[in-house]
């Protein structure tokens, strides 16, 4: 069976913040029905775009049956992280500054797409590689500590 590798990060800064990580992998191992090939370390930073808590990140990789074309796969895997989050918490409240520029919350848990094998997708709800990974060192560290040599081939601009 042809499968493809996902790599997700994951973040939280508010409420018990190791356990919100487990309880997140523990409810993505449930909707993909099996257990990650690769986990990071935890790296701990501080909040990032705006003030709050610290955050505890890390970043995992599945490597999931290949179903249908990469763009629905992947919009219905953001579903099912969108459901994760919900169930732990994370009100998704999406508000811009008068600048356009968006504004950050604590959460319990934050998880992202950020990578889709070495594809490419850009949709109204999605964009593969996520675009800020390069600006994100709690996101690009774990992701080179797990992420294959293929996939950092694939997208120069992110692993330069």
Not at 61 to 86: C, D, F, N, S, W
Request: glycine share 6%; proline share 7%; net charge negative.
């Amino acid at each position: 069976m042809e499968r493809i590798e996902v790599y997700l990060g994951l973040g939280t800064n508010e409420g018990n913040r190791d356990l919100n990580l487990l309880r997140a992998m523990n409810l993505m191992d449930e909707a993909f029905g099996m257990h990650p090939e690769r986990i990071s370390r935890i790296v701990e930073t501080p909040a990032w775009g705006f003030e709050g808590p610290d955050f505890l990140n890390l970043c995992v990789m599945y490597r999931l049956p290949v179903k249908g074309m990469p763009e629905e796969q992947a919009t219905e895997i953001l579903h099912q992280v969108k459901v994760i989050e919900h169930t732990m918490g994370r009100l998704e409240e999406v508000l811009f500054d008068a600048d356009g520029k968006r504004i950050y919350h604590n959460r319990p848990i934050d998880i992202d797409i950020l990578l889709f094998g070495t594809e490419r997708i850009q949709t109204e709800a999605l964009t593969i590689p996520h675009p800020f990974i390069a600006q994100r060192d709690f996101v690009l560290k774990p992701l080179l500590e797990i992420s294959k040599p293929n996939v950092r081939e694939a997208f120069p601009e992110i692993f330069a």
